[in-house]
């Protein structure tokens, strides 16, 4: 196996940072540890990433339609299929490609080969319909003790994908660097993985993606968990057997994921021996009334299109008619949009979906002038001021104006005020309830959690890590948890974190000056932003949940 290609997933405006280092390697001028960064930046931006009431039983039911499905769990094809097996020799195989070799720099020498297959299992949708979902499992061997035997299990969830032929098990597909990183950063180093691709992807019979429902992307990754440990041990590694260990995680998406998970697991009684949810957006009621007050993130278009007919489908009650809440050119496509076969881009070039426009520049009252757009804090008003448009904009100005009286009636406990950090009480609007529904500021966790990201992401907004950590705090009194913002300064010699919070920094200087050489005016800000979600963020973050994983 050929490792991907992976510079065809390298920003063009990057590219200067990988050609200008492979110069200073070559003169003898660039010292590793920044040769180490900068080869790290441009690979990372290819990551995907969002930019996702709880039973949390996690038990199997019977299918509800006389036995047509088999359990929630059950694989439905047994043995599972072998996509392919990674050789330690496939994984070094591109070292001269700085792009691959700064993924090996980060993640760490491969230590086992990787037998990377499908599994196919049945779970349920949205609203508690039987459907089927496909994943990975990845499954460490070979001769160094920590690649046989038992081993630990990571049970990962993924980012936002508008593709619905997405396959995490498809390391060659340019859209699927987290496949790789899943490869690299925990399989190579002696983990069991399992991923699912989620309800509504790839093989999967649902058609539609319950994105952000807690309820069923938890009850979906205990799902593929158990169809995971059913097909182990694989004849592909007939010594590699679940060691008992069970950590969790994802980013963006998947960190709402891997949180609501964590908390079904615990909720069930199910041992969880650490987690660490990543960038996700897990206080949704406090992120969408921000959004909805002018401070419109990046991506909101795709986010919000995939979040409102999903919840429409999964509570049957956001709205009567997709035109009570989106325009008019977008109200008659948009559920069945998402996830689709065509690429993100023709979507925007159809007309099917505003590429950045989520409301209208016309205030939907005069008292909401001053956020239409929102320009506080003041560095991200150029980011706020493209989520809003005279034309083509995605959410009716009349359905705006419904929702923000609404969180002036039932305020958020966190934004824009803390008092109680937790969702607002009672709100009346159907699609604030179903937020509150699926915010995760009602549990604390039992297990070591890190919640991991960074202060100015524009994609998931820190408030969203901030409300964690507020709710928590005041709730669970020595809750096992840790916050690490990688774009903070360094407290010192004793923080655990402040060799990665350098590098970070030191990644972010390398996007700017790569972008001030291809013209940029701004200092490279834009390029920062546009990188840092998916680019800058995700691989630090991944680096720092293998080691809180690697010391329990």
């Known amino acids: 196996m050929k490792p991907p290609c992976l510079s065809r997933m390298i920003p063009a405006c990057l590219l200067d940072v990988v050609a200008s280092f492979r110069a200073r390697v070559a003169s003898g001028h660039c010292a590793w540890r920044r040769l180490r960064v900068a080869m790290l930046v441009p690979f990372a931006c ?59 720099l980060q993640a760490g020498s491969p230590l086992c080969d990787v037998a990377v297959h499908k599994i196919e299992y049945a779970t349920v949708g949205g609203a508690g319909e039987d459907t089927t979902a ?29 593709d619905k032929a997405f396959d995490i098990t498809d390391l060659d597909d340019s859209a699927n660097a987290e496949g790789l990183y899943l490869a690299v950063f925990f399989a190579a180093q002696g983990y069991i993985v399992t991923a699912p691709n989620y309800a509504g992807y790839d093989t999967s ?21 158990t169809a995971a440990r059913s097909a182990l041990p694989v004849a592909t590694a007939p010594d590699t057997t679940d060691g008992g260990k069970l950590f969790v995680t994802g980013y963006s998406q998947g960190g709402y994921v891997a949180m609501a998970t964590q908390r079904a697991m615990e909720a069930a009684g199910t041992a969880v021996t650490a987690s ?36 429409q489908r999964s509570f049957g009650n956001v709205y009567s008619t997709p035109a009570d809440l989106f325009s008019s050119q977008y109200a008659g496509t948009i559920e069945g949009l998402l996830p689709s076969a065509q690429t993100r881009s023709a979507l925007y070039d159809q007309g099917l979906l505003p590429r950045d426009a989520f409301f209208s520049l016309e205030p939907p009252a005069t008292q909401y002038a001053a956020i239409t757009p929102a320009t506080e804090p003041a ?16 959410v009716r100005n009349e359905y705006r104006l419904a929702y923000l009286q609404d969180a002036e009636a039932a305020p958020d406990g966190f934004w824009p005020a803390t008092t109680t950090a937790e969702p607002p009480a009672a709100p009346a609007l159907p699609l604030r309830q179903a937020l509150k529904a699926n915010d995760l500021r009602n549990w604390t966790p039992k297990a070591p959690t890190l919640l991991c990201g960074g202060h100015d992401d524009p994609t998931v907004f820190w408030l969203n890590t901030q409300a964690m950590d507020a709710y928590w705090a005041s709730h669970a009194a020595g809750a096992p948890f ?49 990188a840092y979600h998916a680019g800058l963020v995700a691989p630090f973050c991944l680096e720092a949940t293998r080691k809180f994983f690697d010391a329990r």
């Open 134 to 162: 496909s994943g990975a499992l990845m499954v460490p061997t070979g001769g160094d003790a920590r690649c046989h035997g038992p081993r630990p299990i990571v049970l990962y969830a993924h980012g936002t994908s508008t």
């Open 276 to 311: 660490a949810p990543l960038s996700g957006p897990y206080a949704l009621s406090a992120f969408l009334d921000a959004v909805f007050f002018g401070r419109v993130s990046g991506g909101a278009t795709v986010q919000g299109a995939f979040l409102f007919t999903a919840y």
């Open 46 to 104: 290819a990551l995907v990433a969002c930019g996702g009431s709880d039973d949390g039983d996690g038990m199997a039911d019977d299918g509800g339609d006389g036995g047509a499905l088999p359990s929630r769990g059950d694989l439905l094809q047994d043995p599972p299929t072998l996509v392919r097996t990674i050789t330690t020799a496939d994984l070094v195989a591109n070292l001269d490609d700085p792009v691959y070799q700064a993924l090996l």
């Open 482 to 530: 840790t916050v690490l913002d990688v774009d903070a300064a360094s407290t010192g010699d004793s923080d655990p974190y402040g060799n990665l919070k350098q590098r970070f920094g030191q990644a972010k200087d390398l996007v700017a000056t790569a972008a001030v050489a291809a013209g940029a005016t701004d200092g490279g800000f834009e390029a920062v932003l546009e």
């Open 379 to 394: 560095p991200f008003a150029p980011l706020y001021a493209r989520g809003f448009a005279a034309t083509d904009y995605l």
């Open 205 to 225: 019979s649902l058609p539609y993606h319950p994105y952000l429902v807690a309820d069923q992307q938890s009850k979906e990754m205990i799902d593929s968990l």
